[in-house]
């Protein structure tokens, strides 16, 4: 039996697509976690922080090279230099749920985009399953050499900052050409079928 070659390119063009698909599926925030039974501060700040991971994740699904080289003017920065800024911003998150100190890194300049969209939603993650556990936010700050701040200061800052940069995200793909999936709802943390 003789197969075309146009055959052969659909056949793995589409195997290569599901399964690209099914491995994003298991990146975290596909969908929002479950809610907690309780309200605790810790439950509640890991909930912004997986409200963030779910917008990040539906901001950044699909992008394509030209979406991440587009910005809206020369003083702009592009999608993909808004992308490192929130793998930055989810570091710093992070390492206040772990009590670190942020220290500058550079090792993240060389990843590919697929690598920082994966980080990204793990850091969250992980600060997520974190904070979901804290009573109390003693020793939580975010320190930054010699300064620190507290909670309150990764709510309205870095936390606050990534959604924002979610928003801009999500504008820059639709100007691009590549709007974002018009079944993601954001309120139920689900896609719609």
Sequence with gaps: MKISKHFLFAVLFI???TMSSQNDKEL???EIPEASETYTSGTVLARMIDGLGFRYYWATEGLRAEDLAFKPSEEARTT???VDHILG???VILNAAMKEENVRDDSTAKMAFDEKRKATLQNLQKAAEIFRKVEKFEGHDMVFGPRSFPVWNLINGPIADAIWHCGQVVSFRRSSGNPFNSKV????GKVRE
Excluded: G, I, Q, R
């Design 15 to 17: 195997t290569s697509f």
């Design 28 to 30: 975290p925030y596909y």
């Design 80 to 82: 993909e230099e808004t």
């Design 89 to 91: 911003l989810s570091k």
């Design 185 to 188: 709802s954001v309120l139920a």
